[in-house]
């Protein structure tokens, strides 16, 4: 049996908005306990800020928490993978991409997910074994940094399956518009 991505995510990963303070950021981060938030712009994904990101980009530029948004130290690439994809190729687009999490989306390209290194370290057999590998790849220095949005050249991709394709807008991952609440309706 080939086990899916769906079997192993993390569902309804922590999002955070780009012009939010990084003192919000790090604070959600430590409430939630987890490493990294995706950053939404309306119901668009566009990027990730992780805790090293905080530590790397913000703490090194100086930036006041209180002030500094998330948009001036978030990685605008999403690196993403679909629900229904295998273990293997998830950790193999980790491995290619060098990235420890990718962001889940379903056929609509809704955000459902997030799937860690960690989440695919823990299977057994031979997903197991895709883990470690991606883990020793993305491990090794390379000598170049991500780098923040505000300097990014390539207008902000979102990659996944067919990395190194400019998407346009309709084609990024996007968060799921909650339906509003029958209260709110006159």
Same mark, same amino acid.
């Given at each position: 049996?080939?086990? /899916?991505? &769906? =079997?192993? @995510?993390?569902?309804?990963? #922590?999002?955070?908005? %780009?012009?939010?303070?990084?003192?919000?950021?790090?604070?959600?981060? &430590? &409430?939630? +306990?987890?490493?990294?938030?995706?950053?939404?712009?309306?119901? #668009? !994904?566009?990027?990730?800020?992780?805790?090293?990101?905080?530590?790397? *980009?913000? @703490?090194?530029?100086?930036?006041?928490?209180?002030?500094?948004?998330?948009?001036?130290? @978030?990685?605008?690439?999403?690196?993403?993978?679909? #629900?229904?994809?295998?273990?293997? &190729?998830?950790?193999?687009?980790?491995?290619?991409?060098?990235?420890? /999490?990718?962001?889940?989306?379903? =056929?609509?390209?809704? !955000?459902?997910? %997030?799937?860690? !290194?960690? +989440?695919?370290? @823990?299977?057994?057999?031979?997903?197991?074994?895709?883990?470690?590998?991606?883990? *020793?790849?993305?491990?090794?220095?390379?000598?170049?940094?991500?780098?923040?949005?505000?300097?990014?050249?390539?207008?902000?991709?979102? *990659?996944?399956?067919?990395?190194?394709?400019?998407?346009?807008?309709?084609?990024?991952?996007?968060?799921?518009?909650?339906?509003?609440?029958?209260?709110?309706?006159?």
């Amino acid at each position: 049996m080939v086990r /899916r991505v &769906k =079997d192993v @995510m993390a569902r309804a990963p #922590e999002v955070i908005h %780009v012009d939010l303070p990084l003192g919000e950021a790090a604070g959600r981060m &430590k &409430k939630a +306990d987890i490493g990294a938030l995706f950053v939404v712009d309306g119901d #668009e !994904l566009v990027g990730v800020i992780t805790d090293r990101d905080l530590v790397v *980009r913000g @703490m090194t530029a100086n930036a006041d928490p209180g002030s500094a948004a998330v948009i001036e130290t @978030m990685t605008k690439h999403v690196v993403f993978c679909h #629900e229904n994809d295998s273990i293997a &190729k998830a950790a193999d687009l980790m491995t290619r991409q060098r990235v420890r /999490r990718l962001a889940v989306v379903d =056929d609509a390209r809704e !955000l459902v997910g %997030v799937v860690s !290194l960690a +989440d695919l370290a @823990m299977l057994d057999g031979a997903d197991g074994i895709g883990a470690a590998r991606a883990l *020793r790849v993305i491990s090794r220095p390379i000598g170049t940094a991500k780098r923040p949005a505000r300097e990014d050249p390539t207008g902000g991709r979102a *990659r996944g399956s067919d990395a190194g394709i400019l998407h346009v807008y309709a084609q990024r991952p996007r968060i799921r518009r909650r339906p509003p609440s029958p209260a709110g309706r006159l």
